[in-house]
């Protein structure tokens, strides 16, 4: 899962712990939302993303 986060550009330690706030509060039998934890996903919240550089 870390290096996943890391490959979509995440904060693992951010989306890990969103993700392991999020999963109790949802029903683990429902796809879409299971699919929205996804680390590709557009659900993830902006603050689990790693900020662009500019140069």
Do not use: F, G
Not at 2 to 7: G, L
Not at 23 to 43: H, N, Q, V
């Amino acid at each position: 899962m870390v290096e996943t986060a890391k490959e979509n550009e995440l904060d693992p330690l951010k989306y890990l712990t969103y993700v392991l706030e999020q999963l109790p509060l949802i029903d683990l039998t429902d796809e879409a939302a299971l699919d929205a934890l996804m680390p590709w996903s557009d659900a993830i919240p902006t603050n689990c993303h790693v900020p662009k550089r500019t140069t």
